[in-house]
T-cell receptor, first 113, second 117 residues
Framework: TQLLEQSPQFLSIQEGENLTVYCNSSSVFSSLQWYRQEPGEGPVLLVTVVTGGEVKKLKRLTFQFGDARKDSSLHITAAQPGDTGLYLCAAFAGGTSYGKLTFGQGTILTVHP | GAVVSQHPSWVICKSGTSVKIECRSLDFQATTMFWYRQFPKQSLMLMATSNEGSKATYEQGVEKDKFLINHASLTLSTLTVTSAHPEDSSFYIC?????????????FGDGTRLSIL
């Protein structure tokens, strides 16, 4: 089983601060996805990173895929209360588990006004 | 974009009741649907993979007789929690995808909050 280690598990910060969430594995992935989930809703895909070393930006969110395609990070600049939610990294399991996603443990982010 | 509708969004029922949750792909043919369970402040845990027209594949530790999955058409999969008990209370989420070259993106429903009294 390919495991995704996500850290930190909880993050509580003040509005305007910066933060980084990490997603690490010993396995190599063809791609990695980041999701954001709000209470009572399903996860929403933020980005998919595919190429080793790739950096993608989505407004104040910066996503990076490690050169070896084993890890990824999500950096939020000047966090806002609207960024509060559960952030999940995920990757396709591969092998015979075609189409199945493996999720990290998640990071619960709370941004205080 | 691809839309997945899950119904009901919230259900409360007495212990011993069987509860059916529907997952529909509204604008695409879902050859595969996935069912997840999520506890508060935790990540998604895959319960089973359902391919249209065939039996579902359950993850280790998931009771197939407890969680019945049917995927009879390309737009609908159902999860039935049989004889539900309080420990079955959870947030259940489905996702749908279609067969294609390589891994195809999963499109998630908005989940069903199940509360068993």
């Amino acid at each position: 089983t390919q495991l995704l280690e996500q850290s930190p598990q909880f993050l509580s910060i003040q509005e305007g601060e910066n933060l980084t969430v990490y997603c690490n594995s010993s396995s190599v992935f063809s791609s990695l996805q980041w999701y954001r989930q709000e209470p009572g809703e399903g996860p929403v895909l933020l980005v998919t990173v595919v190429t080793g070393g790739e950096v993608k930006k989505l407004k104040r969110l910066t996503f990076q895929f490690g050169d070896a395609r084993k890890d990824s990070s999500l950096h939020i600049t000047a966090a806002q209360p609207g960024d509060t939610g559960l952030y999940l990294c995920a990757a396709f399991a591969g092998g015979t588990s075609y189409g199945k996603l493996t999720f990290g443990q998640g990071t619960i982010l709370t941004v205080h006004p | 974009g691809a839309v997945v509708s899950q119904h009901p969004s919230w259900v409360i029922c007495k212990s011993g009741t069987s509860v059916k949750i529907e997952c529909r792909s509204l604008d695409f043919q879902a050859t595969t649907m996935f069912w997840y369970r999520q506890f508060p402040k935790q990540s998604l845990m895959l319960m089973a993979t359902s391919n249209e027209g065939s039996k579902a594949t359950y993850e280790q530790g998931v009771e197939k007789d407890k969680f019945l999955i049917n995927h009879a058409s390309l737009t609908l999969s159902t999860l039935t929690v049989t004889s539900a008990h309080p420990e079955d209370s959870s947030f259940y989420i489905c996702s749908a995808t279609h067969r294609g070259r390589g891994n195809q993106p999963q499109h998630f429903g908005d989940g069903t909050r199940l509360s068993i009294l």
